[in-house]
């Protein structure tokens, strides 16, 4: 089946510093690719999302970069702050689907 | 206020036990999902809802059904539970532009 596969497993920043995380889609009909983050012991909210019909997207901190032709995309955390600290998961979904398929997650850590 | 809310958020019962988690939204979200969390695996779909009594099997369905009698309640049950299905649920909604609010999760262990 497709899969969405998120590279990092963990990754430890210095605060202030910026945090990439990237992951990679097999399905070349995805069009939607959000990411969420889930702080400890709590559900996953969504922080910013991209569709397919542009390559990059920016929310304060947050840049969403996306390369159709490797089937690539990543968030850039710029600055970071010991609240970003928390695991992220990237997800895609192909146009006109309700179902999301999820990364593995990457544990964020920002050292003060 | 817009909200998830899952019940309940732990659970412990034995092997062969019937498990109901039950998820509400108050938002009047047409879809609804069931997903598992597991270490190393991300969130995998068990469950989804498209309105009342419209539901399709995700990725994982075996070994769980869902009720959804009304728009903003949606149960997940495991008849006769089994040890592997040990994990963490999370209830999700979201209305029509893909992006999904989850509950705080049900943490089960079957033991």
């Known amino acids: 089946g497709e899969k969405v596969e998120q590279h990092e497993s963990t990754l430890s920043v210095r605060e202030g510093d910026s945090a990439v995380i990237n992951c990679t889609y097999t399905?070349?009909?995805?069009?939607?690719f959000p990411w969420y983050k889930q702080e400890a012991g709590k559900g996953l909210h969504f922080v910013i999302d991209i569709r397919s019909n542009v390559d990059r997207k920016q929310s304060q901190r947050l840049i969403v970069l996306l390369d159709k032709k490797a089937k690539r995309f990543s968030l850039h955390i710029t600055a970071t702050q010991p609240e970003d600290s928390a695991i992220y998961f990237c997800a895609s979904a192909s146009s006109g689907s309700w179902q999301l398929i999820f990364g593995s997650g990457t544990q964020l850590t920002v050292m003060p | 206020d817009m909200k998830v809310t899952q019940m309940p958020r732990y659970l412990i019962k034995r092997m062969g036990e019937n498990v109901l988690l039950e998820c509400g939204q108050d938002?009047?979200?047409?879809?609804m999902y069931w997903y598992r969390q597991d270490p190393g695996l991300g969130l995998q779909l068990i469950y989804i809802s498209y309105d009342v009594d419209s539901n399709s099997e995700g990725d994982i369905p075996k070994g769980y059904r869902v009720s959804r009698k009304k728009r903003e309640h949606f149960s997940l049950i495991l008849d006769s539970a089994k040890t592997n299905q040990t994990s963490v649920y999370f209830c999700?909604?979201?209305?029509?532009?893909?992006?999904?609010?989850f509950g705080a999760g049900t943490r089960l262990s079957v033991l």
């Open positions: 999700a909604s979201s209305f029509r532009d893909n992006t999904l609010y």
């Open positions: 399905d070349t009909a995805s069009s939607y």
């Open positions: 938002m009047s979200h047409e879809t």
